[in-house]
């Protein structure tokens, strides 16, 4: 059998024990059933996936097969090349890491019949968008994901935050759904060329691909969390299950990224220069102002939301480096921002669904997502708390872990820009550099605030002081995923040789051979311009860290000393008393609050002699929700209004707005042909 077989087999598994999850999701024990069997199925899948992308060559025909289903004259069409390879392995590995973790978690569902049939068919789902070679597969495929993660975000339905997110979600992704259908409209042609290999043949004007790329953005950058199509990304994520949640935050939006690449690098020809540009605008924002919301968070899950958006605006700063220098000619440049993007979006995929993990085990063991409610469990649940630490170092970007070093790529590819020639493009990297630094600046400050004011301090709450660790199947998923983060940090040079022929294929070049390098360092460029030696930082953290602990143990004073605490002047002993999430986004706030969220401080001290408790109040508002979304719903709703006298209409007016409705029609087709 072929790869694409035996994934496609998977797939029908994974369909199968959908179907399954429905008559016995009530019964005494289903979550072991369905979720073990997605476990096995998505391993099988992850390593035909991987062992394709390990041997896969520039020349290699891809892996394709066709079935008799779909369209009446197209078929199904289903392929497999590194591109899809190599987002096949993110997904499956995610898929067979969230369900180890469902293992244990399943348990304290409330109500696993509204999860467990909808959990297989979203990794259906995911598999089948990044094997279709045809846009009508695709496209179902597409918004079967869609339908079953929404779904699980309406599990819980009777909260009506819930039921808030879920409609929002399922608006944004029907919006992007309509937009990728124009998409490969516009790219299938008059001929109605819907497969993937007619497309990659033809002629594609400069006027379609800007449209393409317009409504790509739109599609797919809706579902990734591109700003300002971001609104739903931080109601939905939260409000599924913690596993789901990962899956959505860590794997979903790659299948968006995925669907980017796919038609941007693959199918549309060579890029333009300008299409660069609008990526580069879109990611720096992106980044920025995702970061800049994690900040404000309470929330803990809403927290590791809001910072998805923040590092899919990286990975797509690295996306429209790739295209500016693509169109440049500069294909070393490109395959190095390319290898950064695929990186990050690798990496991402790592700590993000381990973040996720770590928020469903405090969840589990407290009941509470307000990180101002925590506190202390690195007391209680010691594990859990190292393990969400790797994952708090990883996605901010600090050495020896993965995410520094797919960032490190993306400012290297940033310092190529100097030779390309256009003057617009000279002087907006370097600015959206500087954006990718704040954000990444944020970003540790962010998640600095969620591990101390989650995991450090003392209990704020009688739920977090009584918490107890979480099962060893949560434990291991974690730890896999922690194991990773630091694998891919220590040894990266591995890592972007193995995403070598995907670049060949899509740019037609590839970073230098980095296993070859000495000592395991990696060379971006050239040597003389800049490398970087991950296995060497974590052995000197290592060695530098154990030195200092066994001196202070050994020649360190002895002597017991007890004094109070410093209390900041305040002698009160209450936990509320500390340092919490509004505390770490005072300043923050008070920089960027007024530009970017309108921030308004009330406080109210009452006089000498006066009793009254004094308050304090912060007002923020979401200029993106307020100022586009709002003004949108309120016209729907105007014109909702206006054609309601509609349904009243007799016989014969009905008849003549069908009649009407068909006339234009044929005079969009008669204009069209």
């Given at each position: 059998m072929t790869s694409v077989s035996i994934l496609l087999s998977c797939v029908a598994a994974l369909l199968g024990m959908a179907v399954l999850a429905v008559p016995i999701a009530r019964s005494a024990s289903p979550t072991p059933i369905i979720y073990g069997a997605s476990l096995v199925f998505s391993a099988i899948a992850f390593v035909i996936a991987f062992a394709y992308l390990a041997t896969a060559l520039p020349a290699a025909e891809a892996s394709a097969l066709v079935l008799p289903l779909g369209l009446p004259w197209l078929g199904s069409h289903f392929r497999i090349d590194a591109l899809a390879a190599l987002f096949l392995v993110i997904v499956n590995l995610g898929g067979a890491l969230s369900s180890l973790y469902g293992l244990g978690y399943g348990r304290h569902e409330h109500a696993p019949h509204r999860v467990l049939p909808f959990f297989p068919a979203f990794l259906a789902g995911m598999n089948l968008v990044i094997m279709a070679d045809d846009a009508f597969t695709f496209l179902i495929s597409w918004e079967f994901m869609s339908l079953a993660s929404w779904a699980m975000v309406m599990a819980h339905h009777r909260d009506a935050g819930n039921r808030k997110a879920g409609y929002l979600y399922i608006v944004m992704a029907s919006f992007g759904t309509l937009a990728l259908l124009l998409a490969f409209g516009l790219l299938a042609g008059a001929d109605g060329n819907y497969g993937f290999a007619a497309m990659r043949m033809s002629e594609h004007t400069p006027f379609t691909a800007g449209l393409v790329l317009i409504l790509l953005l739109l599609g797919a950058g809706s579902k990734a969390g591109l700003v300002p199509l971001h609104v739903w990304l931080p109601l939905a994520h939260p409000a599924a299950p913690s596993h789901v949640s990962a899956l959505m935050s860590g794997v979903m939006t790659k299948v968006a990224v995925y669907a980017f690449i796919r038609v941007i690098f693959d199918l549309i020809g060579a890029p333009t220069w300008w299409s660069g540009v609008i990526v580069l605008v879109l990611g720096g924002g992106t980044a920025v102002l995702g970061i800049l919301h994690a900040m404000m968070e309470r929330d803990l899950k809403r927290l590791l939301a809001y910072s998805t958006i923040e590092n899919i605006g990286v990975i797509f700063v690295g996306l429209g480096l790739a295209l500016a220098f693509k169109a440049n000619g500069m294909d070393l440049a490109a395959a190095l921002a390319l290898t950064a993007a695929l990186f990050h979006a690798l990496n991402h995929s790592f700590f993000k669904s381990l973040l996720f993990f770590g928020a469903g085990a405090v969840l589990t063991a407290t009941g509470e997502r307000d990180m101002d409610k925590l506190g202390g469990l690195i007391h209680r649940m010691p594990v859990t708390s190292f393990l969400f630490l790797i994952g708090c170092v990883a996605i901010s970007a600090l050495p020896p872990f993965n995410g520094f070093v797919s960032e490190w790529l993306a400012f290297q590819a940033i310092l190529q820009s100097p030779d390309l020639p256009q003057w617009g493009l000279k002087i907006l990297v370097p600015a959206v550099g500087g954006l990718l630094a704040l954000s990444a600046a944020l970003a540790g400050a962010c998640f600095v605030k969620a591990f101390g004011i989650t995991f450090l301090g003392r209990p704020r709450t009688v739920v977090a002081e009584q918490a107890l660790e979480v099962d060893r199947f949560s434990h291991a998923a974690m730890s896999v995923l922690a194991a990773l983060c630091l694998f891919a940090g220590i040894l990266p040079g591995i890592i972007i040789d193995g995403l070598a022929p995907?670049?060949?294929?899509?740019?037609?070049?590839?970073?230098?051979?980095?296993?070859?390098?000495?000592?395991?360092?990696?060379?971006?460029?050239?040597e003389s311009r800049s490398s970087y030696n991950g296995l060497l930082v974590f052995l000197f953290t290592l060695l530098s860290a154990s030195l200092t602990v066994y001196?202070?143990?050994r020649f360190a004073s002895r002597r017991l000393r007890r004094a109070p605490a410093w209390d900041c002047g305040f002698p009160e002993v209450n936990p509320m008393t500390q340092y919490g999430g509004g505390s770490f986004a005072q300043p923050v706030r008070r920089v960027f609050g007024t530009l970017i969220f309108r921030a308004r401080e009330r406080v109210d001290i009452p006089a000498p002699g006066d009793l009254r408790p004094a308050h304090f109040a912060v007002e923020t508002h979401d200029l993106i929700w307020e100022g586009l979304y709002l003004p949108i719903a309120g016209a729907v709703?105007?014109?909702?209004?206006?054609?309601?006298?509609?349904?009243f209409l007799t016989i014969r007016r009905y008849l003549s707005l069908v009649f009407l409705a068909l006339v234009f029609l044929l005079l969009v087709l008669a204009l069209w042909s």
């Open positions: 995907v670049t060949l294929s899509l740019i037609g070049d590839r970073m230098p051979v980095q296993t070859d390098i000495p000592w395991l360092s990696i060379v971006p460029v050239a001196l202070i143990h709703g105007f014109v909702a209004e206006k054609l309601n006298h509609l349904q």
